[in-house]
């Protein structure tokens, strides 16, 4: 058996030696390089472009404007980030905005030659963000005006809130904010475009591949199957890589015009300028509840952030409907626009800024009624989904808060502030979730081979977070293989169709293809040896009848039947798969913090994250990636901003010196991560659910009820920086 082990990653070796190639490593015959002139300003036209002193410099070849770009037809795919397409008028909608490229024989010239493209303006009056306060925000928001990826209703609404409002003993109000925040993959994005007549190859940083090769194709008005996108790492997405951004579509446009292919590999600042990053996001929370602490009502209303020519909405109320039983829930999401870039999800959309605004708003409520912030939570455990009344596919909340309380000793707590030297220390917890985005997988093989090797085929992506292992160990556990007999491919379209790599998605969707591919090909081979494909086992290359001493060895088999290889074909339909059930997966965090009030530094000195995800099919790298969660969570909490200067109507910093993000120093070797015995087979095939966003939510509530019950201190506006906590 290896699902379930804690087994090595097979490609960490190539990643850590440079061996592992990625988008900007790749290179072919005659290429230019590419770099991007965005617009200085943020709204207005373009008047002129000078690119004389740009072609005057050595290797530069051409200077792109929207004059010489094809015309693009309407992207008839989902995955598009934006309907607004750079580069085809003269029209500025955000500062940043792409509106020339320069080509030149290397990056180096590329980038001198966009510094010296000279642009004229007629400028108009941008539509700035609202000041930084909720009724300011409020005032200013706008319904959401069409629908988009991963959509959800805006609006929900049941029970009798006023009446639960004013039928409690105690009525909670309060906001919260969060400010932008960009998603600093370390891989920036990059494209290479070749066109060969009349067919395109991409060579590109995604976590979609046929994502790409859709919106492209439509675009380019071609057929899908002349569009072949590859990639075999992405070094980090965390959702600005899952939809499909201008350099994607540019860098083919511009290879077409020059005849030659083109490499267009993003700068950091790039990345700021006009790729997407989680926008800010305003929130108010209405609680209502009994003396016990039962909900008798909860009112939660969003307002996010985003561009002027299309919404991305921040379903961050998602939380509120699928979270605590009570028997009025009403719920608003609505939109702010301004002459921005278009936002998009970042790790744990939805829940993840939810849970921000939900949580704290539990745990202020347990302090106003005096209970245990903890004993508040299990008082309104939700035994069926509170927005539905459909039972959950599995759930096993109470365990994990047990566990995790077990674990970080939160009852043996002290209730009063201690003092550790100049710090104050304080203890804070929330509660996790995220819903289940179960992408489709149509395709996904398994060749096995008589030499006893196997090898999975799928067109999904590895992005880091450990699915170039777990495929092939789902392969191997059904196959009886060893896992260094297994190999994988991925990252190509003329691979079998897989879903995207974000939304936790990719183990409930490709995984359970990948078992249906396994168990396909087992059966084949049982047939080759004249056994019943429904009773047989496979270990150690042999295949044999259940239960039996001996068996057949897999080259065997094949050779009696005069074939080579067997074949197993597998996929995934989620619509097929689970109706009439909720899913969800949910988690309990607890911190430990410590606070200098004369200097306002705060440091995480502690954490325990318990977690009902079902079953775990790799625990090493399933910890790896909850641990990563647990510290995007404190990045959210107590670092990350990317602030906005609205008299230049842009970021403050484009690259990472203006930006703080957790170091090593910043996070504490003490982190323990528990998963609950569980096994969700309603959820997917393979009984697991998604994990990689669940750590991350939560705890930044948890943070700053953890600083609130150090200092007393409320904190209702992230991230929590010094001048907020200094005395």
Known sequence: MTIGQPLPRPDGFAKVTGAARYAADQDAPGMLHAAIVSASIAAGRIVAIDAARALGEAGAVHVLTQRDMPRFGKADAPMMAQTHIPMQDDDIRYQGQPIAIVLAETLEEAQEGARLVEMRYEASNARSPAEADWATIDRAAGKPRQSGFLYFEPDFAKGDLEAGLTGGDRRLEAAYLQPPRHHNPMEPSATLAVWEGDRLTLHDSTQHVYGVRLVVASLFGMPPEKVRVI????????????????????????????????????????????????????????????????????????????????????????????????????????????????????????????????????????????????????????????????????????????????????RDRSRRPSRDGDWLVGHGMATCTMGCFRMPTPGAEIVLKADGGAVVRTGTQDIGTGTATIFPQIAADILGLPLEKVTLALGDTELPEAGPTYGSSSTMGVGAAVLQAARDARAKLARLANLPPDDVEMEGGRIRRRGAAEGQAIGDAMRAAGVAEVTGIGSFDPGSH???????????????????????????????????????????????????????????????QSPFDPALGRFLSKNLAGVAIPVNADIPSDITIHFVDEVDEIASPIGGKGIGELGATGVAAAVANAVFAATGKRIRDLPITPEKLVD
């Open 578 to 640: 689970g109706a009439g059930y909720a899913m969800r997966t949910f988690g309990a965090v607890f911190v430990e913090v410590g606070v200098d009030p004369e200097l306002g530094l705060l440091r995480l000195r502690r954490a325990v994250g318990s977690y009902s995800a079902g079953r775990i099919i790799n625990p090493r790298t399933a910890r790896s990636q909850m641990t990563g969660g647990i510290i995007w969570g404190w990045g959210m909490a107590a670092m990350e």
């Open 231 to 410: 990639c075999p790492h992405t070094g980090g997405g965390f959702g600005v890589k899952g939809w499909i951004w201008p350099q994607q579509f540019l860098s083919a446009a511009a290879a077409k015009v020059a005849g030659r292919p083109v490499k267009l590999a993003l700068s950091r600042a790039d990345m700021y300028a006009f790729l997407g990053y989680q926008p800010r996001i305003a929130q108010k929370m209405t609680l209502g509840a009994g003396s016990g602490g039962r909900l008798t009502a909860l009112r939660h209303d969003v307002v996010n952030l985003t561009t002027v020519t299309d919404d991305f909405t921040e379903y961050a109320t998602e939380a509120s409907k699928g979270v605590y039983a009570s028997p009025a829930i009403v719920t608003s999401q609505r939109m702010e626009r301004a002459n921005v870039a278009m936002p998009t999800a970042m790790r744990s959309p939805v829940e993840g800024p939810g849970l921000w605004a939900l949580e704290s708003a539990m745990d202020e409520l347990a302090h106003d009624l005096g209970m245990d912030p903890l004993d508040l939570r299990l008082a309104n455990h939700a035994d069926e989904d509170p927005a539905t009344g459909e039972p959950w596919s599995s759930k096993k909340l109470k365990e994990a808060y047990e566990e995790g309380a077990r674990l970080f000793g939160w």
